[in-house]
């Protein structure tokens, strides 16, 4: 057993760069590179392409960007872990596995993990007493979105990528697994650590750093509130860090790269998304995020520890995707003089076509673009001369409709103001409506989630 | 000038579901506890109007000096289905910076 392990973030989102992995890969020494590519929505978009085509339903990228660095991670003696698998980790694994013998690796075991597609196990699931009510609205009225349903996929804990290494896999690629866990797998498996109470803080420490480095550079200077002290963000350094067997870990950059590593950076994406800081409820464990202490031990490199948590939750998180509508939308803007009243007028103009074209929406929603879009009522409204000196104001519409056709009316009333709307009304192309996937988070207990490995040989 | 959250803090905003979280982090250790004391459940609410419908909790985090601001229904339905431009929070969050700050 090594006394530390070296884990690098290949990717921090589906759209990420590769070039900032390649070089971390190239010059980290990485014993693993994680890559994180889903989001929420991001099930029920492949879910869609799947059923379009059975061989699709994975992240494009994930294949590409691992196929393109098989050569390089095999040399460096990396492994590399991503649940861009989607909803057909089998199909992205046989198309890395593809890539890898074309490339001359024949022999590489490439690790499929699934068992978070529960889509065909709903029924069974109801039928054992399972409510799959909605744990944000309380809605346990599931019957309402059943014949709407596209995904259902669970958030499954490391145990499918502890498993594959156990095998000796060199890539692993799963469905839905937390996003930490791509990075916890590894360190569990390395340090040989189960899901007991006794390494509940050793595990509470990799899931902290899990979180930290998922994003890839949001905790090296990516959307940072300091993004002006930040050099070279077009080539920013992907994070690493060495995790020891007591959960004590440093965070890093390579050198030359763009960003920051500091106790500031690393603050930002601790406060992230997590909710109760104290209970940071993940498949693998639950961290208290308030008992970590962070130390700045050299240029760009600090310290995570104190780590503590609670073992593993007996219920997992299960999204359920839907279908769920349509929304229309429309952006035009406004010179100055006048801007804002012009922009008034457009929207009363698009009001008076809403009515004359009969649509049928449940929400219409107008932004002021300059004024109102991001904070809403928090947005102070400027007097009415300043309004009218801006430079440029936009009107945003957007509306939720049943179905295509009425989401349609917006693009052609936004048309309309081409010629019925102010002076001086500018487009770029109009947006094309867009479908409606809606979410409904259930929890469920973990005994009718079962991940498989399976070893594909390239 | 009476001072606002912008000047004793930095923020990171994001989504789960419908719910907005926001990280605010103390510029420094001085300003931790003011920034406690400033940020109420009310001034929260009363600040984003009908954007945010339902609870707003506030979780202190002493060892890095930060306030977790958790505001459910605050997406006008969540990322997926929102009509705001702003679909996971990540400007939103930023508005906190506009509450006073109780010297």
Known sequence: MKNTIRLGAGSGFWG????????????????????????????????????????????????????????????????????????????????????????????????????????????????????????????????????????ANVYTDSSGVIESLVQGADIVITGRISDNAVYVGPIMHEFGWKHDAEHADRIAAAIVMGHIVECSSACTGGMSSRFADMPHMGRPGFPYFDISADGTAELSKLPGTGGHVDAFTVKEHMVYEIHDPRRYLMPDGIPDFTTIKLTETGPDRVKVSGATGQPAPDQLKLILAYSDGWIGESLALFPWPNAYQRAVKARETMLERFERMGLKSSQIQFDFVGLNTLHGPAAPMPDMQTLNNMNEIGLRCAVRTETREEAEKIRRAASHLWIMGPGGTSFGTPIKPRPVMSLWPTLIPREFVNQTVAILEA | MSKILADICYIRSGDKGDTCTAGLIAKTPQDYPVLLRSVTREAVRDLYGDWVQHDVECYPMDNIQSLVVVMKGALGGGATQTLRLDQTGKALGHGLLRLAVRE
């Open chain 1, 16 to 151: 990420d760069g590769i070039d900032p992995a390649m070089e971390l890969l190239e010059g980290g020494e990485l014993d693993y590179m994680g890559f994180d590519f889903l989001a929420e929505l991001t099930m029920a978009l492949l879910q869609r392409q799947k059923l379009k085509n059975p061989q699709a339903g994975y992240v494009p990228d994930a294949v590409q960007y691992i196929s393109q660095m098989i050569p390089l991670a095999m040399s460096r003696g990396t492994r590399l872990i991503s649940n861009g698998g989607g909803v057909n980790p089998r199909a992205a694994g046989e198309r890395i596995a593809e890539q890898a013998r074309s490339q001359g690796f024949q022999g590489k075991r490439i690790a499929v993990v699934e068992g978070d597609d529960l889509l065909d196990k709903l029924d069974h699931m109801i039928a054992s007493g399972v409510s799959l009510s909605n744990m944000e609205t309380g809605d346990s009225n599931f019957e309402s979105i059943h014949s709407r349903l596209v995904a």
